[in-house]
């Protein structure tokens, strides 16, 4: 048949109560105009019927592993420099973001106090020396705010992944043993 569409259409079908599914093929195609009596008829009933949905992921054979709160790590993060390390169990990096963070806010805040004194004296005298030294001060203090937001920012997205990645090392050393692959390599900061 020139031109002729043919469609074929994979069916699962489910064993009918008391048959085993070792007699029939489970995946049969049929074209239309080509069944015969030995194909197997399936109802409007049996189309609506789903199959169960699969797990997501295999259970462990060992056991859970332990997880953190990707959202809980972010809010400890936001609230205080360095805490969602600490959650997550990294605390160097907690200490050093932490550090940098407190640190960029307490030059932030003396740029900002410097800027205002500057710009006081420029009001007060006109002196373009001092007009000078308040837009220096004030680029200063415009730079610290980006740092110092982006620092927050990363400080935040860090602990956010750490805590997705927690158990990564405990998983994927379960999963080397259970495939029988053997390599790793590790770097923590």
Known sequence: MSGAVFLTVLLTLQPSPGRS??????IVAVEP??????????SRDSLAEAPPPLPATAPSSSGTFATRSPTGAL?????IPGWGQFYNDRPV???????VELGLLALFLKEYSV?????DAFLESGDPLDEERWETHRERR?????LTAASWLYGMMDAYVDAHLYAFEEENAEFG????????VLARF
Do not use: C, F, T, Y
């Open 75 to 79: 809010l400890r993060s936001a609230a």
């Open 93 to 99: 990096k907690g200490i050093l973001l932490g550090a």
């Open 142 to 146: 415009l730079n610290l705010i980006w």
């Open 115 to 119: 800027a205002e004194d500057a710009h």
């Open 177 to 184: 043993r259970e495939a029988g692959i053997g390599v790793s």
């Open 21 to 26: 599914g070792a007699d029939h093929d489970p």
């Open 33 to 42: 105009g080509q069944a015969d009596a030995d194909s197997p008829s399936v």
